[in-house]
C-alpha cells in the first residue's frame, strides 16, 4: 500500500489513491481504505480474501486494531493480568516475559460488565440513597429555619410587654438565638455540601463508566473505577438533628432571662 499523505487533512486519507477519506480499514494490509479502493482490493486476486471492516464497526471488532502506546508500530495482542495492562509482542518480550494472559476480547467484556454492574448500582442504588438523603436534608433545614423564626415570635412579643430594660435583655436573647440558628445552619450547609460532592463524584463516575462502554477503541478503555473508589459512598453518612430550646417566658427578673437563650442541640 502507498504510504500515508502527511498533509493535514480534514477526514481520514484513504491509503491506497491518497485522495479520498477512508471509511474502511483492511485488517489484513492494516490500512484505509475508500469506497472505490475498498472495491478494487476485494476484485485483485491477492487481496480478494482480505479481512475489510467498516470505519465504524464495533468495538469489540476493532480491539486487535488499537495500536500500543508503547510501540507504535505494533498493535495490541492481549491483556497482562499481572500488570493490569494491554501489551503487544514487543511489550511481552521486553517486560512481560512469563506472565499471566488473557486474550483482548475476554477483558473488554470483562470491563464491559464490570462498568454495567458498577453504573446500574451507581444509578439504582447509591446515587437515589444519596438524592433522597440530600432532600430530607433540605426539608429539615427549611423546618429548623421555621423553628427559630417561630420562638423569634415568642420572643418578640414577650419583650414588647417589658421596660426598656427587658428590651435589651430581650434584643439580646435574640442575637444568642440567631448565634445558635447560624450555627446549626452552619453544621446543616457542610453536611449538605459534603452530600453534594459525594453527589458530583458518583455522577461523573457514572459518565466515565458509560463512556467506557460506548467509547471508541482506544487503551484508556482499559482504565477501571475499583471497587476501593466506591467504598466510601457504599455506607450512607449519619445526618444529625439539630432543635433549639424553646424560649420560656419569666417574669420580670433580667438576669434570669438572659440566662433562657434558646441554644443548638445537635443529636
Known amino acids: 500500500m502507498a504510504k500515508a499523505s502527511t498533509t493535514a487533512q480534514h477526514f481520514l486519507e484513504c491509503e491506497e489513491c491518497e485522495e479520498n477519506p477512508a471509511k474502511y480499514f483492511c485488517k489484513t494490509c492494516a490500512g484505509h481504505l475508500c469506497e472505490s479502493c475498498k472495491n478494487i482490493h476485494e476484485r485483485k486476486k491477492i ?105 423569634q415570635q415568642k420572643i418578640d412579643a414577650h419583650t414588647k410587654s417589658m421596660v426598656e430594660k427587658v428590651k435589651k435583655v430581650g434584643q439580646q436573647t435574640v442575637v444568642n438565638l440567631r448565634k445558635a440558628e447560624k450555627e446549626g445552619l452552619q453544621e446543616m450547609d457542610k453536611f449538605k455540601d459534603s452530600l453534594e460532592e459525594k453527589i458530583n463524584k458518583l455522577q461523573l463516575m457514572s459518565k466515565q463508566l458509560s463512556a467506557n462502554l460506548e467509547a471508541k477503541s482506544h487503551p484508556s478503555i482499559f482504565n477501571l473505577i475499583s471497587n476501593e473508589d466506591l467504598k466510601s459512598f457504599q455506607t450512607l453518612p449519619c445526618s444529625a438533628e439539630y432543635t433549639l430550646t424553646d424560649f420560656w417566658p419569666q417574669t420580670l427578673n433580667v438576669d434570669y432571662m438572659s440566662s433562657k437563650s434558646p441554644v443548638l442541640k445537635k443529636t
Do not use: W
Not at 476493532?62 to 491483556?79: A, Q, R, S, V, W
Not at 518480550?93 to 458498577?118: C, F, R, W
Open 47 to 151: 487481496t480478494k480474501y482480505h479481512e475489510i471492516l467498516p470505519l465504524h464497526s464495533k468495538n469489540e471488532d476493532m480491539l486487535d486494531l488499537i495500536p500500543c502506546p508503547k510501540h507504535g508500530k505494533k498493535y495490541l495482542e492481549c491483556y497482562c493480568t499481572s500488570c493490569s495492562e494491554p501489551v503487544c509482542t514487543d511489550c511481552i518480550m521486553q517486560s512481560h516475559n512469563g506472565h499471566p494472559m488473557k486474550a483482548l476480547a475476554t477483558v473488554y467484556k470483562e470491563i464491559k460488565d464490570y462498568s454495567k454492574e458498577k453504573r446500574d448500582k451507581i444509578e439504582n442504588v447509591l446515587l437515589p440513597s444519596h438524592i433522597e438523603l440530600l432532600a430530607d436534608e433540605k426539608e429539615k433545614r427549611s423546618a429548623f429555619r421555621k423553628e427559630a423564626d417561630k420562638i
